[in-house]
């Protein structure tokens, strides 16, 4: 037998080299220096909710009594279904039958679903930056361009005219990404806006991918409007879901996938069938959440509401320092005083620190397809209240120092 | 604001549109109408062990008493990824360190890793067919196209010669995805059968995708060999792996990534990182299987080869019925004494019952890629003996019937 010579030589896929690191991963090594060192390093960059898990989900761990842990049905089991059915109806006022529903192993393969059945490869997604930076990670992994509109500090980044996405509109555009409440900026999108995003993706048949996973997290006594809501809203709205943040429990990796549109839940839902099922542990302790009162997230929003409180007060006392104030998640995207918030984020890591700690914030510039966001820093507030406000202290001592070139 | 007219029209994308629906979809709805009219349904058809998940893995429900159920690493929790380590040393005779494991949601995810990382869109795979099903559901995700290779039931669906493999090598082919031991077939390829194939990918730049959720479950003193054994294997061998099967904890979803190749294993953090972070609870309770001694492998194994041997006994002695005795994981390929064993498998939900009882199969159609595997099914055995037995004279019975036309 002859072999053919090959010239081919082993190497790994374009999009495997594109696929994006995450935007702090570089400043994580110099965290664990400065820890290593002995100071003491408060994250604001991390969005792991330190909010207990609900009781009611966590006792039902010990009520598993299962002899083989079994795949579960690809769509989710149809107590975890109908527990969101209900969650649906009761908590946003939303109306969806269960087959409208497909369980998924986190919001994110919710995304990865969304992207896969709306558009091909080489088609163009329509994104409103900044952006919850995984989304990146999805488009990469989906073979989609990122087509993005800015959101400006100075508006609150809420959505600007429908004239600047009418603008952004190509040939190959297939479909908008809203994630509200929004991560990183913390804005929670007026009715009015929704229902100028919903005019715009249905005059030009663009599919509306939002993604609610903050839903409950909203301040000053606003509401989230799910875009399940809209008028219309029928075929072009697939909304992302998450149990991770709205219970406190990223790491069971549950989520959902909800459209009304039968064709595109047949296509995510034959993806589902590929990698068989859900987590299923996840599921049984998520039906526990069905035993949560309206206090529980009233409790645990009002918590957030006051260290967004703490940690805005603070932020807008700092000279140079600007932000509206946030309506919702727990992120925030000030801008500050500095050229290049990367440099500054490197610096507080390596060369500052003040009564022994210093603080580690995310650079925005990750959360960006365009070359803004330069000074903007992305802030997670999910620590304590005195935690807060000494990680808002460290950032007035270290900014005045760095802006004084100290 | 003027608005310009789009003609485009809402549609879901083509991968959407071709996304494969499980081989045995269409004959679910007929299973539930044969239940329906009070007969027993025994399932050839799924791969769902009976197995009990090991006690000392469950038991650790009961342990975790963490307060917030958070994200895990993306690459798994160091406790995981030693265990990982530990068994690929002291099981499988294999050394590779933590950092060249990457925890995965399943195998599902490894391997759609995998291919994202290994090709491009556009790119051809070379599988050997008849093959997992599923596969054809993350070629379509990573738009790939599947080069089929076949192997033939009269070789006990063995490796056909190189020769044939370069014949199938195409210029844009990136990698071969092997199943070992094989589903559906059960199949297990020897050590000769391996450097070949590691001599072809190696010769012309591929990637050897190997996929060893069956490892454990080879019979008649048989090894299953590893991929990470070959000589030469170090940078273009990805394997692929999963507890479901070998601990029959199929529903928590966990698995693993393992590669010696580091741009590789980047690619793929960065694909991990983007979905966070491998299902928590299941990491928490796979440590677990640590205290598994070797004992348990082997009674699982024994229990295995019983059903092979009352499987494989009974259905060679069915007239017509072509079965080489299968050497691994639980399924096998008979071939059938009829025209179609789709239309076969119908009929036995439809209009065959034997004292109350009938039988589902998996057509082996959907297992190819080419037009062949017509007269085959795929059955899967993990069912007990006695069920086993039934099931395989129900067969037996059926067959007369139905090639007597009767």
Redesign the interface.
């Known amino acids: 037998?002859t072999?053919?010579?090959?010239t081919?030589?082993?190497?790994?896929?374009?999009?495997?080299?594109a696929?994006?690191?995450?935007p702090i991963?570089k400043l994580a090594p110099l965290a664990e220096l400065a820890r290593l060192r002995g100071t003491k390093v408060y994250h604001l960059n991390i969005g792991?909710?330190?909010?207990?898990?609900p009781a009611c989900m966590?006792d039902r761990?010990?009520q598993?009594d299962?002899?083989?842990?079994?795949?579960?049905p690809s769509t989710g089991t149809l107590a975890f279904l109908e527990s969101l059915r209900q969650y649906y109806a009761e908590r946003v006022g939303v109306s969806v039958e269960t087959r409208q529903i497909l369980a998924t192993?986190?919001g994110?393969?919710a995304i990865?679903f969304a992207f896969?059945?709306?558009?091909?490869?080489g088609?163009d997604v329509l994104l409103l930056e900044p952006f919850y930076a995984?989304y990146?990670?999805?488009t990469t992994?989906a073979?989609l361009n990122i087509v993005p509109v800015t959101s400006r500090g100075r508006d609150g980044f809420h959505l600007p005219?429908?004239?600047v996405f009418?603008q952004a509109?190509t040939?190959r555009t297939?479909a908008v990404v809203l994630c509200n409440p929004n991560n990183p900026t913390g804005t929670v999108y007026t009715r009015d806006e929704l229902e100028m995003l919903a005019g715009f993706c249905r005059?030009?048949?663009?599919?509306l991918i939002a993604d609610e996973v903050y839903r409950e997290f909203v301040y000053d006594g606003r509401r989230a409007i799910s875009a399940l809501e809209l008028r219309d809203g029928d075929?072009?709205v697939v909304v992302v879901d998450s149990l991770s943040k709205r219970y406190?429990?990223?790491?069971?990796?549950l989520g959902a996938l909800v459209t009304r549109?039968p064709?595109?839940y047949d296509?995510?839902l034959?993806?589902a069938?590929?990698?068989?099922?859900?987590?299923?542990?996840?599921q049984f302790?998520a039906v526990g959440a069905k035993d949560l009162g309206d206090d529980y997230t009233r409790d645990v929003v009002d918590e957030y509401q006051r260290r967004r409180d703490v940690l805005y007060e603070g932020l807008r006392a700092i000279p140079g320092v600007e932000l509206a104030r946030p309506e919702g998640a727990f992120y925030c995207v000030p801008k500050l005083p500095v050229r290049d918030a990367e440099d500054f984020a490197v610096w507080l890591l390596t060369e500052f620190e003040h009564d022994g700690a210093t603080v580690m914030i995310a650079p925005a510039r990750g959360f960006y397809a365009t070359d803004r966001g330069r000074s903007e820093i992305r802030i997670a507030y999910v620590l304590n209240e005195d935690d807060l406000r000494a990680s808002v202290e460290l950032l007035r001592v270290a900014l005045e120092r760095y802006t004084k070139g100290v």
Do not use: W
Not at 66 to 72: A, N, R
């Open positions: 037998m072999t053919v010579h090959d081919r030589t082993l190497s790994i896929s374009r999009r495997g080299l696929m994006p690191a995450s991963r792991q909710p330190d909010i207990e898990t966590l761990l010990k598993i299962d002899k083989v842990l079994e795949y579960s192993t986190g994110s393969e990865l896969l059945a709306c558009a091909n490869e088609d995984n990146r990670a999805f992994m073979g005219p429908r004239s009418e509109l040939p297939r005059d030009h048949g663009l599919f075929d072009f406190s429990a990223c790491g069971i990796r549109n064709e595109l296509a995510c034959r993806m069938q590929g990698r068989l099922s859900p987590p299923g542990l996840a302790i």
